[in-house]
């Protein structure tokens, strides 16, 4: 594993566990990745489904402003921080 994954994941984990702490934005999150709530811990292991949280995170800006404020980090680290998941280096297409 390379130390720009284990950083994305990291801040992939912050990520998880503020989403999780508001109930709205984690019904949110399960609704985007198809996760269920008995599923949440075993899958914290796993790089795509962390992609998926950051995927989830970058769908507005509001969330990224928000989190990353949570996280003190700059809102430019999380799309930073997807590029170390599986999936982060496909281009943006918007």
Known sequence: MSGRQEVAEVVALQA???LAADSDRLAGFLAFSGAA???L????????FLAAVLDFVMTED????????FAALAPESVARARTGLPGGDLPAWT
């Open 37 to 39: 709530p008995a599923e």
């Open 41 to 48: 811990r075993d899958r914290t292991g796993e790089p795509k």
């Open 16 to 18: 998880l566990g503020w």
């Open 62 to 69: 509001e969330r990224v402003l928000a989190f990353s404020a």
